[in-house]
């Protein structure tokens, strides 16, 4: 059965509708390649007895692009036969578009990647009218660039200026916004109406060229070389750069093809972006970006982590204890979905203010546009704002967000369990401390869970879920299920202090300010935590977690393993916290001072006095960007690497995903683990040991490193 069914009707319009055996999405493979091979060949054999063509598809998804499963494998040694394809796929695409005559798509899902730059190959769009429908060119999201037509199409439709954030971005697009942004022609109220739509266009246009095949055409907007085009194309490769600090080359690469591609004819541009498009695909970052944000991320999504055999259970009613920014946040994301939330604090004016958080949130939307004033009412009316601990009587669900002290953890523990249903779940959302200390204050340690949120809950996508010693497999399901109810990513970790991400986001921080106490400048720390892929440098955040909750952190955890009788080893990092805090009363941004200077009107600077009090000018002087920036990711690649040693992370899948969904590990490395192995398992571990000789032992190989590069083994 052909990939694409040949329906030529009486009225001398054909259908072609995708509709891939075997595949529940429609991609560009192999089987798509012959199909469309044989298509065209049947549509120049029949071009006297066609009027016009109407591309539709069978599936829920119109078309969802490239094969990634193909692409993921493409090779260096592959290059030159990957492009080879790719061209003579285009040349069948290419071979519709100027057949003559009008070919229509008609979009009845979403249509992503090669399978919207299907639709823009064809002469009109018409979209069925669905919201929940996506169109776009996500592509570099996977550091990968448009290569089926879309670099060349979309600046021909609309101009460079106004193709280039949607090539480089990747937004996916509504069909009203994309109505909006002039990359559909239509949008149709049902799939008769597209239908009748797409007849009508080509009744009305019997003869159809792109306006880019017609002579004398125009770039919308001016040719790179027009004198006001020119002006804006100076400036935009350090745009970009200042965006992309030089770690993405998909940004680069799909600018660069837009413009030399907007320079000569659509034939000549489209082979300059294949020629990208495989030194894209041939390249480490598209293999680190798409192994993370599609398969992995999927396996993920698909319950990798969850255990088997318990039933899937949708959660109706969460208590959330306390209202401040992080029980805010989180009874926020739970009631946008649908679930009743009971927000308790100690004072009813505490929970109400904890409550209007979400009200500020909606209103946002609703000022955009984004939601109704029904819906936002609907959404704020399932949260009940409240003082009292009988209210949470019911909850399948209770999560505390209370503060970072294991007493007031346990009281609030013992006061809200018997309120929950039976079997009923109780989570923390504690940042560090073990959970299996925490559920010694529970009557039922089975059904005692961690679930950690990260700050801003409403924006961030991460849930780590900790598995306390006496947790249960059914607690740990059905926590799951409440993750992915309220749209987040699960990732599933043991008990440990600090579980994963905690303990990792320390060594970064603790990284940048150690570097600060061997003299080296503040911007520099700064610039090589950019420069590396992080989002923000070591110091910024520092200052916007606090070096008191650091400190607090610290004396927590030291007062721990001390009492279970080991020996505290102070981070070289403790002693410039200390000072900060103790000597210059310097907290953090809350405090208004940090390492950083927050004045009431402008923008933060670097606090002048560090120059003095820890700069080295000579050190400063001969600091080598490349030594921090490896600093920066290798340490929190080696404490990841641990963490699975140490059996805190079951999974590779959750130790990528954890590090760029929760820390913001440079995605371009695709995760702290994928780093590692794009390294070189042995590469990595030789300059491990260099760094651990040079810096100290919290760079020493861990034995599970030393045993995978014995081996040249990646993790897996
Ligand atoms: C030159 C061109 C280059 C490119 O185009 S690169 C690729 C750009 N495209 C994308 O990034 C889109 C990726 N796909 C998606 O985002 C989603 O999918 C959709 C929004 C299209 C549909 O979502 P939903 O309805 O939830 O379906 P589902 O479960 O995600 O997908 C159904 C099945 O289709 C497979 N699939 C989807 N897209 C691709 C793809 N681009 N390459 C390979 N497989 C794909 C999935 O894995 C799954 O498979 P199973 O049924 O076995 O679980």
Request: hydrophobic content about 40%; some cysteine.
């Amino acid at each position: 059965m052909s990939a694409i069914r040949y329906e030529l009707g009486s009225d001398q319009i054909l259908t072609l509708t995708i509709d891939m055996p075997g595949q529940s999405a429609n991609t560009m493979n192999t089987a798509f390649r012959e199909a469309l091979d044989e298509t065209v060949s049947k549509v120049q054999g029949d071009l006297e007895n066609i009027r016009g063509i109407i591309v539709t598809s069978a599936k829920k998804t119109f078309f969802a692009g490239g094969d990634l499963n193909e692409i993921h494998k493409v090779t260096r040694d592959d290059g030159q036969a990957f492009e080879d394809m790719v061209n003579s796929m285009k040349a069948h695409m290419r071979a519709l578009e100027t057949c003559g005559k009008p070919v229509v798509a008609a979009i009845n899902g979403t249509a992503l990647g090669g399978g919207f730059e299907i639709a823009l190959a064809c002469h009109h769009r018409i979209v069925l009218n669905n919201n929940s429908l996506q169109l776009g060119l996500p592509e570099v999201t996977l550091g990968l660039l448009p290569g089926g037509g879309g670099t060349q199409r979309l600046p021909r439709m609309i101009g460079l200026e106004a193709a280039f954030p949607l090539l480089m971005e990747g937004k996916k697009l509504r069909p009203s916004a994309a109505l909006k942004a002039g990359i559909i022609d239509e949008i149709a109220d049902s799939p008769e109406d597209m239908m009748a739509k797409a007849r009508a266009f080509i009744d009305a246009n019997p003869k159809c060229q792109q306006p880019w095949d017609k002579k004398g055409f125009k770039l919308p907007g001016g040719a790179p070389h027009h004198p006001a085009m020119a002006q804006k194309l100076v400036i935009a490769p350090a745009m970009l750069k200042q965006k992309t600090k030089g770690c993405y080359p998909a940004p680069e690469r799909i600018m660069a093809a837009a413009v030399e591609g907007a320079q000569v004819d659509f034939d000549n541009g489209s082979l300059i972006e294949t020629r990208y498009f495989a030194e894209l695909v041939i390249g480490q970052v598209a293999k680190n970006m798409t192994g993370t944000f599609w398969f992995q991320l999927n396996d993920i999504n698909a319950g990798g982590s969850r255990p088997e055999g318990v039933e899937k259970e949708t959660f109706k009613k969460v208590g959330v204890l306390g209202a401040g920014m992080m029980g805010a946040g989180i009874a926020y994301s739970t009631a946008n979905r649908g679930i009743e939330v009971v927000l308790k604090d100690v004072s009813l004016e505490s929970a109400e203010k904890g409550k209007s958080y979400s009200e500020t949130l909606l209103a946002k939307k609703v000022s955009r546009r984004h939601m109704t004033e029904e819906k936002k009412a609907e959404i704020l009316s399932r949260i009940k704002a409240t003082d009292s601990t009988a209210d949470l009587e019911g909850c399948d669900l209770v999560i505390e967000a209370v503060f970072e002290d294991s007493e007031l953890k346990a009281k609030v523990t013992a006061e809200a369990e018997p309120k929950l249903v039976n079997n009923g779940i109780f989570a923390s959302n504690t940042s560090t401390i073990p959970i299996t200390q925490l559920a010694e204050a529970s009557a039922k340690p089975e059904n005692f869970i961690g679930l950690h949120f990260f700050s801003p809950v409403d924006k961030m996508m991460l849930v780590e879920i900790i598995v306390g010693e006496k947790t249960s497999d059914e607690t740990l399901a059905r926590a799951f299920d409440y993750v992915q109810q309220i749209g987040k990513i699960p990732v599933v970790v043991n008990d440990s202090r600090g579980f994963f991400t905690s303990r990792v986001f320390g060594t970064f921080v603790n990284e940048g300010i150690t570097m600060l106490g061997e003299g080296v400048h503040p911007s520099s720390i700064e610039n090589a935590g950019l420069l590396a892929g992080m989002p923000v440098g070591p110091l910024t955040i520092s200052d916007e977690v606090s070096m008191t909750l650091m400190q607090h952190v610290r004396s927590q955890s030291k007062k721990d393993v001390e009492a279970a009788g080991g020996t505290w080893n102070p981070h070289p990092a403790e002693a410039i916290i200390d000072q900060m805090v103790i000597e210059h009363g310097r907290k953090g941004k809350a405090a208004g001072a940090g390492f950083y200077e927050y004045p009431t009107k402008g923008k933060k600077y670097l606090w002048p006095e560090l120059e003095t009090l820890f700069v080295d000018n000579e050190k400063a002087r001969d600091v080598k960007l490349q030594e921090l920036k490896d600093r920066i990711l290798f340490i929190q690649a080696i404490e990841t690497v641990r963490c699975l040693e140490e059996g805190v992370l079951r999974t590779v899948e959750d130790a990528n995903i954890g590090s760029i969904f929760g820390i913001g590990y440079a995605p371009w490395t695709g995760g702290a683990i994928q780093f590692v192995n794009q390294y070189g398992v042995r590469a990595f571990t030789e300059r491990a040991q260099e760094l651990a000789n040079i810096y100290g032992e919290r760079f020493t190989p861990p034995a599970l490193l030393l045993a995978h590069a014995e081996q040249e083994k990646p993790f897996t």
